[in-house]
């Protein structure tokens, strides 16, 4: 305690040492954080990063690790919690918590409802979300209903349910990962504000750019255990990055260019209304080429309509007003099943929604839709089932104690490459590829980058869709780039700079699209 | 929450106990019971009385299988209890009435069966309306259907003092040798798939529980063989219990080896997963119930046959006993879990519940009563030990 009074940490981990079962989750985690300070948290998945959250907030109770956790000096033994919320520590999770059917407000007040002769007051309710929000800069109306909302909006809402609570220390665990740049930018703000106003804050993110713009100070867990805090002013992203693997990554985008050849997919005119009777045009005019052996990105802003281009190709997603969609020269088929057989795969944005059957085990998934290869006349080949599913583990490295492992059980990176695995089994020409690196860690991504390039070398057709402009700038031969449902500009060589995709995708003229007359 | 915690899965010795545990949980139910009721009336145990249970067991036990694969998929059926009804009516009508033979009568009964039932799955699935709500509509409609089939009258299987296909399904038992020998090849068979799967476990490097595979081969080895030496000593095993053994091997088979199986389980874990991942969704479903129109027909038969005579009130509320024995033998209801042995043990549970209250001559109330609770207590069991494995 040698350091001057106020500058004592106002949460602080000594050691700690977290077991399930035999396995050791945190080996000997040690982390300060001082009072006013925004400091950053990374680590690949698995390095221990939500256990130790879990753990600084009671859901792991006291008694269950070893080590100490202390606030403000003194020693804490949260059992659940509400005790950590009530010393001051609120924790922004990953998977929100939100109640869809209700309102901002109601949502906002969730359990601290405010009353009047015993029922809610919801005047007052509306009123002070209505403050807090605007305080904060989130443009949410309180009366909203949160399945109304998108994804990045349901964020700061959940942010402004933390803040209602007058916290000392926040922990934001990937609140990033689904929002746009500008709701970032709105994110980044709050944490700024808060920070002036003693507020200290915790920050979890894969995304390093919002790392180095925000963070005082940046600790790196591996394996469990602290590696090492740095000073963000007096680092790079190189050195974090290496620290976070333990070998440094000298090209974060591998990509290595084939020669392109014949044209597998053809997409041209395409015009899709969203689902639903009114046929209002959710994508217009689309047309591009996709070759053997290329990687075509598709980036835009969110809303853009890049999720629902590779949707409706794969035929899950509304219907088409106009246009063609060809994959070597025949037209694509309407169902997901077709589009498989023809050499067309999906490797979904939404992996525990569209991508796992998550109670089911990790060999059940990864052959799914390869299936028929080792079930002539119905019945599964157990042998050769298991034979080929191990080559899938091994060659996509999904760390899993067995093929009978469940999948919903493994960490959101190698739930990744079991989706990925599943598509590829299936031997495809051309493969959809939406968001496929998000939310999973450094080394993890990298694995994925070398991936592609081996599709794009046995010449698969890759089509990417992607948030992150570095990863699409790095990954992708030629960019499309949608604005509104439309397209924004198209780019190859080098015409792609990060200033002229971001133009592109904020197209001005196009920012109204109208219904097709046709 | 635990997606992030990679290492907790590794953790597995104490869930496979608890898993097992509930397997031999059902077992432990049902020795209870039946102790239960033995001691209330020594004739529970009896070679006769067994022989009956056996019998009544078939049908119900038949059509719950059935059910598992319109569960598995997230389904249900409400309609099989009047379907049934009316396919075994159907089927006395076309002997009794056109003078059909009973093979033929059978076959035709059960095509219509097939048909019926893959016409409400393509609704259901086509139309995109709730099964509940269209196999609602079935038990109504197939009800009045059967009353006028059987013109509101008691139509027996067979002319007076006769025999035919029909009639014999409940009445015909195997000639004890025959028996025994039905059994030791049974016993053998399992022992040997016991042994061959314990042993591509090992080469594979998966987890092998030899121990418990032996357990388990032995303790139906002796149910086994002790329920066909006390078959033996009243009339032998009852042909309607081989049916149900066939039935049992063909779903078992059917969920379990088959891609059609696979594929009602991934529906079943996550629908829009299965859509994408490849999987005709509506294919499989209407096949799944297409296959429960062929058990409708097989339990209709029975049913009837074991009534002698198709009435206004063959198969009343047996799809509340099918939905029961799959519930009790750990099916879920939401999709994506279920076994063929755990739906065995659920229709034996509720059977044996059954017939044990008829001999101790409870009156229906209380035998409504009893089922009730033991199959709330049955689900409110099966939830509390899925939680606390899920904790671990």
Not at chain 2, 312 to 316: I, V
């Given at each position: 305690m040698g350091s001057p009074e106020g500058q004592k940490p106002v949460l602080e981990a000594r050691g700690l040492v977290k077991r399930f079962g035999t396995v050791l989750a945190l080996r000997g985690v040690d982390f300060d954080l001082r009072p006013a300070e925004v400091h950053a948290l990374c680590g690949e998945n698995g390095a221990g990063k939500s256990t130790l959250i879990k753990t600084l907030s009671g859901i792991w109770p006291h008694g269950s690790y070893e080590g100490e956790i202390l606030m403000g000096g003194q020693v804490q033994r949260f059992r659940t919690i509400a005790d950590s919320e009530r010393a001051g520590l609120s924790v922004i999770h990953q998977e929100l918590a939100l109640v869809p059917e209700m309102t901002v407000a109601e949502n906002v007040f969730l359990g601290h409802e405010p009353t009047r002769l015993g029922m809610v007051d919801h005047d007052r309710m509306l009123a002070e979300t209505d403050q807090l929000l605007s305080r904060w800069g989130i443009n949410v109306s309180a009366n909203a209903s949160i399945a109304d909302l998108g994804i990045g909006q349901r964020q700061l809402v959940e942010i402004a349910k933390a803040l209602r609570k007058d916290s000392k220390v926040l922990i934001l665990d990937e609140?990033?990962?689904?929002?746009t740049d500008k709701e970032v930018e709105v994110l980044l703000t709050i944490v700024r504000e808060l920070r002036s106003r003693g507020v200290s804050s915790v920050y979890i993110s894969h995304r390093l750019e919002e790392v180095f713009a925000l963070s005082d100070r940046i600790t790196v867990l591996r394996d469990g255990q602290t590696v090492i805090t740095l000073d963000t002013a007096q680092t790079d992203r190189a050195q974090v990055i290496a620290h976070m693997v333990g070998r440094p990554i000298d090209n974060l985008f591998p990509r290595r260019r084939s020669h392109p050849g014949k044209c597998l997919l053809s997409v041209k005119g395409l015009s899709v209304a969203e689902p639903g009777g009114e046929k209002k045009a959710r994508l217009s005019d689309i047309s591009f080429d996709l070759h053997q052996g290329e990687v075509l990105g598709i980036g835009g802003l969110m809303g853009a309509g890049r999720s629902e281009l590779l949707m409706h190709l794969f035929g899950i997603y509304g219907e088409r007003l106009s246009g063609t969609a060809e994959l070597e020269k025949a037209a694509v088929p309407g169902t997901p099943a077709a589009c498989i057989e023809q050499g067309l795969v999906l490797v979904t944005e939404d992996r525990k929604r569209f991508g796992l059957v998550l109670n089911q085990t990790v060999g059940f998934n990864l052959s799914l839709s390869a299936i028929d290869e080792f079930s002539p006349r119905g019945f599964v080949d157990r042998d050769q089932e298991i034979k080929r599913n191990s080559e899938y583990v091994d060659s996509m490295r999904i760390k899993a104690q067995n093929q009978e492992t469940i999948a919903g059980t493994l960490s959101g990176g190698n739930q990744q490459k079991i989706v990925i695995g599943k598509a590829l089994m299936t031997k495809p020409k051309v493969v959809l590829l939406d968001e496929p690196t998000r939310g999973i860690d450094v080394g993890a991504k990298f694995e994925i980058y070398e991936l592609i390039n081996d599709l794009t070398d046995q010449g698969v057709a890759v089509l990417l869709v992607s948030s992150e402009l570095p990863e699409l700038i790095g990954m992708s031969d030629r960019i499309l780039m949608l604005s509104n449902g439309r397209i924004g500009g198209s780019f190859s060589g080098s015409q792609i700079t990060q200033e002229a995709l971001l133009a592109a995708a904020m197209h001005p003229g196009q920012s109204e699209p109208q219904p097709e007359q046709s | 929450m635990t997606t992030q915690e990679p290492q907790a899965a590794k953790v597995s010795p104490p869930k496979q106990a608890k898993v097992n545990l509930r397997d031999f949980s059902m077992l432990i139910a049902l020795v209870l019971i039946s102790v239960v009721f033995s001691l209330m009336d020594p004739a529970f145990l009896s070679s006769r009385n067994l022989s009956q249970l056996a019998i009544e067991l078939s049908a119900t036990a038949v059509l719950s299988l059935g059910m598992l694969l319109i569960i598995v998929p997230g389904h249900i059926d409400l309609s099989v209890g009047s379907g049934l009804g009316l396919v075994g009516g159907l089927a006395a009508v076309l002997i009794t009435g056109k003078g059909l033979s009973a093979p033929l009568a059978l076959l035709v009964s059960a095509l219509v069966s097939v048909a019926l039932y893959a016409g409400m799955g393509a609704i259901i699935v086509k139309e995109k309306i709730p099964a509940f709500i269209i196999t609602l509509g079935g038990l109504l409609v197939f009800k009045g259907v059967h009353w006028l089939v059987i013109n509101n009258s008691t139509i027996p299987v067979v002319d007076g003092g006769e025999h035919n296909l029909y009639s014999i399904l409940t009445t015909y038992y195997l000639p004890p040798t025959l028996g025994y020998a039905m059994a030791a090849v049974i016993i053998g068979l399992l022992g040997l798939a016991a042994f061959n799967e314990l042993k591509k476990r090992k080469a594979r490097k998966l987890e092998a529980d030899s121990e418990g595979a032996f357990l388990s081969w032995f303790l139906s080895a002796q149910l086994l063989a002790l329920f066909v030496l006390v078959l033996n000593q009243y009339r032998g095993l009852p042909l309607s219990l081989i049916v149900l053994g066939a039935t049992a091997f063909v779903i078992h088979v059917l969920s379990q080896h088959f891609r059609f199986g696979r594929y009602l389980y991934a529906i079943g874990g996550n629908e829009e997963a299965a859509l994408v991942s490849g999987v005709p969704t509506d294919k499989v479903v209407i096949l799944a119930f297409a296959v429960m129109g062929v058990i409708v027909a097989i339990s209709g038969f029975l049913q009837t046959a074991f009534a002698g005579a198709s009435t206004?009130?063959?198969?009343?509320l047996m799809e509340l006993d099918a939905i029961a024995a799959c519930v009790i033998g750990g099916t879920s209801l939401k999709g994506g879990r279920g076994t063929v042995v755990g739906v065995l043990f659920g229709a034996l549970i509720m059977c044996v519940l059954l017939n044990g209250m008829t001999l101790l001559a409870l009156s229906p109330e209380m035998k409504f009563i009893a089922r009730g609770v033991v199959l709330t207590l049955a689900v409110w069991m099966d939830v509390r030990l899925s939680r606390s494995t899920a904790r671990a």
């Open positions: 609140p990033s990962a689904a929002l | 206004t009130t063959t198969g009343a």
